[in-house]
């Protein structure tokens, strides 16, 4: 775990962090284009992290229109291993309230109109979904929670990419 290195995708509000004081804006192209925003690199802890806004800074690109495959590739350009993706969503169910966190270990990807893989015109590829997120990471995401002593409900739908290095 000493080699990881950790980006946050902020959803729907979260657009910065702003306790993060060491900062650095990249500008990264893509073969896909650009990312949402300028990725944000700073350190915590005397790690290296990188935060980026799913929306863009301001929240300007929808979900249909974000750019997940430039936002994927800019961050394995910068050497990320591991993601954990926040999403402000609302529930249906009532135990569930505004302010708890969800871990999750599936989900289903509902966007729309949008392309939905790396692998264009010139390749055939299939990439497993079966185990799409790390249970090294949401342990890591469930204890740092936990410590910060936040509600946590654990259900069956998140996003987190572990190993992004494999699934490129």
């Keep these: 775990m ?3 290195k950790l980006a946050i ?3 729907s509000g979260l657009y910065d962090v702003e306790e993060f004081k ?3 804006l990249i500008k ?3 073969p ?3 990312p949402s925003d300028d990725i944000l690199k700073t350190k915590y802890n005397n790690k290296e992290v990188y ?3 799913r929306h863009g800074r301001g929240h300007f690109i929808s979900p249909s229109k974000i750019n997940f495959r430039a936002n994927m590739d800019s961050l394995k350009q910068l ?3 591991d993601i954990v993706s926040v999403s402000a969503v609302g529930s249906l169910k009532e135990d569930l309230s505004p302010g708890k966190f969800v871990i999750v270990d599936q989900f289903i990807d509902r966007t729309f109109a949008r392309n939905k893989t790396f692998f264009d015109d010139e390749i055939v590829a299939h990439v497993s979904m079966a185990h799409p997120t790390s249970n090294g990471l949401m342990n890591a995401c469930e204890q740092a929670i936990k410590k910060e002593k936040s509600n946590i409900k654990e259900v069956e739908f998140m996003l987190l990419w572990k190993d ?3 699934q490129l």
């Design 2 to 4: 000493a080699n990881n």
């Design 9 to 11: 995708i902020g959803g």
């Design 22 to 24: 060491e900062r650095e």
């Design 28 to 30: 990264i192209n893509t």
């Design 32 to 34: 896909w284009g650009k």
């Design 51 to 53: 935060f980026l806004p």
């Design 79 to 81: 050497g990320v291993t």
């Design 164 to 166: 992004l290095n494999s």
